[in-house]
T-cell receptor, first 113, second 111 residues
Framework: GENVEQHPSTLSVQEGDSAVIKCTYS??????FPWYKQELGKRPQLIID?????GEKKDQRIAVTLNKTAKHFSLHITETQPEDSAVYFC????????????FGAGTRLAVHP | EPEVTQTPSHQVTQMGQEVILRCVPISNHLYFYWYRQILGQKVEFLVS????????KSEIFDDQFSVERPDGSNFTLKIRSTKLEDSAMYFC?????????FGPGTRLLVL
């Protein structure tokens, strides 16, 4: 069935270091891969997304890479700051996101000053 | 910037009671969704809705659940007879151009 695996479940870094979160997906028809940041008790907020016709996308300190052959995608955060501390979820969908999102289990990122 | 809104923010109910969770999607969006998140777990898809009908539902969305768009702005999720395991955060989402935007959620506690 449709599944998204996410690793690691927790990640602890020092301020200024980079953080990498990895996801794999099972449905080869998936073509849309958003990343959401969720702070405690808040809604998931989209931080970046990528579509299957692109291999990499960058927005300031955040970048996402996609390997369609291997069916995995990764989130890279550079120069981490304490305010980056949150739970990050990857997700996958097909038909460009109009269909349901299948979420990974989440990564709790802690950035220590 | 327009946002998805949800009411109530918190709901406490007794097992067996009916609850209705309300959402106002972003006004020009055409696709609507309900997701739930049990405390400490991942976000799970419940149902998607387009053109006044359900387009897809998950195994979680059994006969106890229903959705409705009673007017041009509201989108509701009804749970007919709540169970203890229905306790979760319920998020509404909407999309117009592929990105799904989430509401702030309703935290449902079934006692």
């Amino acid at each position: 069935g449709e599944n998204v695996e996410q690793h690691p479940s927790t990640l602890s870094v020092q301020e200024g270091d980079s953080a990498v979160i990895k996801c794999t997906y099972s449905d080869s028809a998936s073509n849309y891969f958003p990343w959401y940041k969720q702070e405690l008790g808040k809604r998931p907020q989209l931080i970046i997304d990528i579509r299957s016709n692109v291999g990499e996308k960058k927005d300031q300190r955040i970048a996402v890479t996609l390997n369609k052959t291997a069916k995995h995608f990764s989130l890279h955060i550079t120069e981490t700051q304490p305010e980056d501390s949150a739970v990050y979820f990857c997700a996958a969908s097909f038909s460009g996101g109009y269909n349901k999102l299948i979420f990974g289990a989440g990564t709790r990122l802690a950035v220590h000053p | 910037e327009p946002e998805v809104t949800q009411t109530p923010s918190h709901q406490v109910t007794q097992m067996g009671q009916e609850v209705i969770l309300r959402c106002v999607p972003i006004s020009n969006h055409l696709y609507f969704y309900w997701y739930r998140q049990i405390l400490g777990q991942k976000v799970e898809f419940l149902v998607s809705f387009y053109n006044n009908e359900i387009s897809e539902k998950s195994e979680i969305f059994d006969d106890q659940f229903s959705v409705e768009r009673p007017d041009g702005s509201n989108f509701t999720l009804k749970i007919r007879s709540t169970k203890l395991e229905d306790s979760a955060m319920y998020f509404c989402a909407s999309t117009g151009e592929q990105t799904q935007y989430f509401g702030p959620g309703t935290r449902l506690l079934v006692l």
